[in-house]
Every structure is written in structure tokens, then in C-alpha cells.
């Protein structure tokens, strides 16, 4: 597998760059899912999105700027539409308005979902694109003004996702290889560090060293160990306990009091995964 440097860009949210109807919403909930894909494959990603009350020139500028400076391969730009509640349907957009990263063959498969195909079309006079030295696309999913189309978006986000990873890096996800982590917590406490105020620690172990985690249904992004833990691989009967066992400690302040429902998921690294991209 050829593994690249993705620049992915979740539109909008930041400063005065506010998003249309229901963009930024649905667009922060497809981001992680896409970033989790790409990561569980191996590759890189640049999250462009910045911070802080910025003009919308400011943030543009910014998303091009952290892409192009990291020498990323390719940039994806998130982003939903927004018109009259009645227009519907995917539309991609490349700095020529040719097909490039399997643009076409997306609003293909999102049509088969129910999504009407708008086609690929010129985006030269988009920021994301004119300014990103490498090859870039500018999805619209759907439009969120519309009832029916922000609705189907809601039940196939990771359907969508997964259409987006396996188009543009050319590699098929393969549902079936995902599992759920094993895993242990001996501490539950507090972090009033100044990074993450009202924060909260759990730690203990992790069968796996790169996961995504899930806090009562919310998708979190990836987390990573990065302390072996060979003891843990031998209690969960493994015998390669280079590969297996890690210390866990995830800070989130998404935990609420009482109950919470925690997920960590993660990918065999023994399937072989298939690709045909070519830089």
C-alpha cells in the first residue's frame, strides 16, 4: 500500500467563517469518521481548520497555508450546501471541473444511496482550490437546508464516509475487519492541568496501540498508545506481546456524571487491504 499525506479540511467553523444551514453540523460529524478511515489505513492526515476569531479571508488562507506547508498529496475541502430548501443533492467541485480522485464514481455511489449526482464542476474560483499547490477536491455532500437530503445525509454518515476514503485513496474499507478494543480502566479522575480544564483521565490498558474512541454514541477521533504493555498482551492470550498491550490514558471532558458508554475500536492490522492509487 502506497500511504500519502491528506490536508482534509472541515469547512467552515472558525471565527467569522460560519458555515450555511446545518453545514457545520453535519460536516463535524462526516469529518472524524473520513480522518478515522484514512488513519486506520495508515495514512496521514492534516486537519486545516483553524482557530480563533478570524475574518473569513484569514481562515481560508489559513486551511491552504497548513496544507500547502506540510507538503500534503492531496486536499478534501467538507462542506454542505444551502439555497432554498428545495434544491437537493452532491455536487464536487476541482480546480478544472475534470473528474480527479474518483469525483465521479463518489456522486455515484451517493446517488445509489438516494442523493441526486450534480456532477463534477469547475471550482477555480474557490479558495481551497485555487490556492492548494497539490491536487484537491471541494465535496457538497447535500444540501443541509433541505429537509429530506439532510436526513439521508444523518443515517448513512459513515456509508458516506467510507465512500469518500475508498474513492480518493483507492482503497476498499473493509467493515468486517473492524473490532472492538479490548480494554481496561484502573482509574477514573480529574485533570485540572491547564490544557484540559474540567477534563477527566481514564487510564488503564488497551489491546490496541491506535484506535477510535466512542463516548456514549459520539465518535471522537483517533487516540494512539504509545506505551507497550507486554503484561496486558500475555493476559489477553497473546503470544506476539510486541504487537498486543498498551498503556491507556484518554483525557475527555465529553464524560458525563454517572453512566457513560465507552467504545474504543480498531482495525486487524492481519487483513490485507487492497489498493490501486497511484500517486
Known amino acids: 500500500m502506497i500511504f500519502i499525506k491528506i490536508a482534509l479540511n472541515l469547512g467552515h467553523g472558525c471565527g467569522k467563517d460560519v458555515g450555511a444551514r446545518n453545514e457545520e453540523f453535519l460536516i463535524n460529524k462526516i469529518g472524524p469518521m473520513i480522518q478515522g478511515h484514512l488513519q486506520n489505513l495508515g495514512h496521514q492526515v492534516i486537519l486545516t481548520r483553524p482557530s ?31 439555497f432554498d430548501s ?19 464514481k463518489i ?8 442523493f441526486t449526482n450534480r456532477g463534477v464542476k469547475n471550482g477555480s474560483h474557490l479558495a481551497d ?30 456509508k458516506m464516509a467510507r465512500i469518500v476514503v475508498s474513492n480518493i485513496v483507492g482503497t476498499d ?9 479490548g480494554f481496561c480502566l484502573d482509574n477514573v479522575h480529574s485533570d ?3 490544557n484540559n480544564i474540567n477534563g477527566v483521565i481514564l487510564s488503564g490498558w488497551c489491546e490496541a496501540r491506535r484506535f477510535t474512541l466512542f463516548i456514549n454514541g459520539h465518535n471522537y477521533g483517533i487516540r494512539e498508545c504509545s506505551v507497550s504493555r507486554p503484561d496486558v498482551a500475555k493476559h489477553l492470550g497473546r503470544t506476539d506481546t510486541d504487537k498486543f498491550g498498551y498503556e491507556l490514558g484518554i483525557v475527555s471532558d465529553a464524560l458525563s456524571s454517572g453512566h457513560n458508554h465507552v467504545v474504543l475500536e480498531w482495525y486487524d492490522s492481519k487483513v490485507e487491504w487492497k489498493t490501486d492509487w497511484i500517486k
Not at 57 to 77: E, G, P, V, W, Y
Not at 87 to 92: F, L, P, V
Not at 136 to 146: H, K, P, T
Open 52 to 82: 480563533g476569531n478570524l475574518t473569513v479571508n484569514q481562515s481560508l488562507k489559513a486551511r491552504t497555508d497548513k496544507a500547502n506547508s506540510n507538503n500534503c498529496d492531496i486536499f478534501i475541502s467538507l462542506h454542505c450546501n444551502a
Open 107 to 114: 456522486l455515484k455511489e451517493f446517488s445509489e444511496i438516494g
Open 129 to 158: 482550490l485555487k490556492n492548494s499547490k497539490m491536487t484537491a477536491l471541494l465535496i457538497e455532500f447535500c444540501f443541509g437546508d433541505n429537509t429530506e437530503d439532510k436526513a439521508r445525509m444523518e443515517a448513512n454518515l459513515d
Open 192 to 194: 485540572t492541568s491547564d
Open 173 to 181: 474499507i473493509r467493515v468486517k475487519a473492524k473490532k472492538t478494543c
Open 86 to 104: 428545495k434544491a437537493h443533492g452532491s455536487e464536487i467541485f476541482s480546480y478544472d471541473g475534470k473528474d480527479k480522485l474518483g469525483a465521479s
